[in-house]
């Protein structure tokens, strides 16, 4: 059974940064996919960042490419570094896992098994 435990959020102003950490049990990303998604009031939860099983391929959704980098802290742990923090990066930030999957699936909340509780981020302007 794979637990996850998110770290890190809190409050910061736009462009501030925020790093958020993912500690694992039960699995590592090397032998998970594992990914970061969000949810904002309101909306639905949205893919920001998927790393595949290995953690050799990453992939950032286009509203935080080139803001926010995974990092390989420990095997267990995965953090997601987030730089120029807009308003619009408000919201319950969660991580997620899965033993097997494709890129395809795993852009999709719907494509994991395992969760986190999440951690808020709020960036004020």
């Known amino acids: 059974q794979v637990q996850l435990v998110e770290s890190g959020g809190g409050s910061v102003q736009a462009g501030g940064s925020l790093r958020l950490s993912c500690a694992a049990s039960?699995?590592?990303?090397?032998?998970?996919?594992m990914g970061w998604f969000r949810q904002a009031p309101g909306k639905e939860r949205e893919g920001v960042a998927v790393?595949?099983?290995?953690?050799?391929?990453e992939y950032y959704a286009n509203s935080v490419k080139g803001r926010f980098t995974f990092s390989r802290d420990k095997a267990n742990i995965l953090s997601l570094q987030m730089n120029s923090l807009e308003p619009e990066d408000t919201a319950m930030y969660y991580c997620?896992?899965?033993?097997?999957?494709?890129?395809?699936?795993?852009?999709?909340?719907?494509?994991?098994?395992?969760w986190g509780q999440g951690t808020q981020v709020t960036v004020s302007s």
């Open positions: 997620a896992a899965v033993y097997s999957g494709t890129l395809g699936l795993q852009l999709k909340a719907a494509g994991w098994k395992y």
């Open positions: 039960g699995g590592t990303y090397r032998t998970m996919w």
């Open positions: 790393l595949s099983i290995g953690g050799n391929n």
